[in-house]
């Protein structure tokens, strides 16, 4: 299916308007890893999951999230973030064609 078209959550509207809002300079194509982790970071990260929670089940749960957008799960291509974050991330990457580098090379392989 293309990514655009996909639904994670039942909120994926809200998710993905509420991050780009608050994340509007993200590079989410190639994320670092002090784009969650540092300090100034997780000052902006935590008011943005909090708002989440008793609406995604699990907000706060880690997961492993994809640095690289264009590249599979590596050990070197993947950070621990929350599971609204992983969310936030992947609905902003489906949306925004992202995602279609390894959408088309899987469905190229079939």
Known sequence: ???????????????YSTFRETFKELDIKLLKPD?????EAKETWRPFCNQFEGLIEDFNYGTLLRLDCEKDYT?????FATRVQFFAVEIARNREGYNNTVFMSKSSKS
Do not use: G, V
């Open 35 to 39: 784009d969650l982790k540092s300090d």
């Open 75 to 79: 050990e070197e291509n993947t950070i």
């Open 1 to 15: 299916m293309d990514p655009k078209f996909l639904k994670l959550t039942k909120l994926d509207e809200k998710i």
